[in-house]
């Protein structure tokens, strides 16, 4: 049973230009959402998507957009980056499907972006 | 989702249990407590979660005090491998959407000493 994963595992990048993470979901989960940690920090959430539509937003601006695909994968896509964007991107997937609403999300082991 | 207060790190001896105290004294009725542990270079791992009764699993066992303003996740023979941050976590339990945001705090670094 594969868990969260998570692609690239590591990458840098330059301030202006844009990125695009990938997540696949646990297998039987619906639901993503983004995470990002800063170094020494815990993750903070960004987004998560649900049904193919953004259903709660953390405290990011539109440079970070997203999209969940109809098998429940998703991509976070960052625009103009800046050196402060650097950090460790998580994923997390969680299934609504199973009826209780209080089921644990799963993370992956993350993106780790550099901006230079 | 009300805020948590963990200790910035603690040790504990390898075979011993390790209790790691949490305080949430403004949690809500429909509130769970999660707990979380993120090893270096990986991602956050589920542990355990309650409502308001004591919870047991394979990894590790969660006391909710009567009032639940408090919790204590206890790993009972820790070992090298559970030398991580542990944060404790809690969150609504139903939404229109089914799973709200994770908040995290700054956690317990837990240290197993050999």
């Known amino acids: 049973d594969a868990g969260v994963t998570q692609s690239p595992t590591h990458l840098i990048k330059t301030r202006g230009q844009q990125v695009t993470l990938r997540c696949s979901p646990k297998?039987?989960?619906?639901?993503v959402s983004w995470y990002q940690q800063a170094l020494g920090q815990g993750p903070q959430f960004i987004f998560q998507y649900y049904e193919e539509e953004e259903r709660q937003r953390g405290n990011f601006p539109d440079r970070f957009s997203g999209h969940q695909f109809p098998n429940y994968s998703s991509e976070l896509n960052v625009n103009a980056l800046l050196l402060g964007d650097s950090a460790l991107y998580l994923c997390a997937s969680s299934s609504k499907k199973q009826g209780a609403n209080n089921q644990p999300q799963h993370f992956g082991d993350g993106t780790r972006l550099s901006i230079l | 989702d009300a805020k948590t207060t963990q200790p910035p790190s603690m040790d504990c001896a390898e075979g011993r249990a390790a209790n790691l105290p949490c305080n949430h004294s403004?949690?809500?009725?429909?509130?769970?407590v999660y707990w979380y542990r993120q090893i270096h270079s990986q991602g956050p791992q589920y542990i355990i979660h309650g409502l308001k009764n004591n919870e047991t699993n394979e990894m590790a066992s969660l006391i909710i005090t009567e009032d639940r303003k408090s919790s204590t996740l206890i790993l009972p023979h820790a070992t090298l491998r559970d030398t991580a941050v542990y944060y404790c976590?809690?969150?609504?339990?139903?939404?229109?959407?089914?799973?709200?945001?994770?908040?995290f705090g700054t956690g317990t670094r837990l240290t197993i000493i050999p």
């Open positions: 976590i809690v969150r609504v339990a139903i939404s229109n959407f089914g799973n709200e945001k994770l908040t």
């Open positions: 403004t949690i809500s009725g429909n509130e769970y």
């Open positions: 297998s039987g989960h619906d639901t």
